[in-house]
C-alpha cells in the first residue's frame, strides 16, 4: 500500500520497519515539549495521509518499560481526513527518564476498518457467556 507522507521538519525520519514481517513502523522524535501537568508531547516532524476507511494506530514501543512513561491515551487514533503532525504524548513516573531527541518513540500501524451501520433491535443472541464482564471467564 502507498500512502502519501510530508515532512515538516528538516530532521524528521520516515518511518520504517525495524525487521521483516513487522506490524509497527518505527517513528523517531525530533522534538519535545512538556506541559504543566508532567506530560512529554514528542514530535515526530511528520504529517501522513491515511487512506479513506483505514485508520493510523500509534502504539508505544516495546521497551517503554525502559522509561517509566506511559502513552496517555493507550492507543493514538489517526482518522483519515487528520493532516496534521504525528505526536505521541506521555506521562512520566518518578525518577525515570524521557525518551531523547532522534530516538525511536512509538510505532504507526495502519489498518482498514469496515463501515458500520447500528441496527436498533428489542433483544440480541444469547451467547454461552452472555452479559459476564469483568472477571466472568475466570482469569
Known amino acids: 500500500m502507498k500512502v502519501n507522507i510530508k515532512r515538516l521538519h528538516e530532521d524528521a525520519v520516515i518511518p520504517k520497519y525495524a525487521k521483516k514481517g513487522d506490524a509497527g513502523l518505527d517513528l523517531t522524535a525530533v522534538h519535545v515539549t512538556a506541559d504543566q501537568y508532567g506530560c512529554f508531547t514528542y514530535h515526530t516532524g511528520l504529517a501522513v495521509e491515511i487512506p479513506?476507511?483505514?485508520?493510523?494506530?500509534?502504539?508505544?514501543?516495546?521497551?517503554?518499560?525502559?522509561?517509566?512513561?506511559?502513552?496517555?491515551?493507550?492507543?493514538g487514533v489517526i482518522d483519515s481526513?487528520?493532516?496534521?503532525?504525528?505526536?505521541?504524548?506521555?506521562?512520566?513516573?518518578?525518577n525515570r527518564s524521557e525518551y531523547q531527541i532522534g530516538e525511536r518513540i512509538g510505532q504507526l500501524i495502519i489498518v482498514p476498518y469496515p463501515k458500520i451501520d447500528f441496527v436498533e433491535v428489542d433483544s440480541l443472541?444469547?451467547?454461552e457467556r452472555g452479559a459476564g464482564g469483568y472477571g466472568s471467564t475466570g482469569v
Open 81 to 94: 481526513g487528520y493532516r496534521g503532525e504525528i505526536m505521541m504524548k506521555f506521562s512520566l513516573s518518578a
Open 52 to 75: 479513506p476507511w483505514h485508520v493510523g494506530l500509534l502504539f508505544p514501543r516495546s521497551s517503554i518499560y525502559k522509561t517509566g512513561q506511559t502513552l496517555t491515551n493507550c492507543v
Open 125 to 127: 443472541t444469547t451467547t
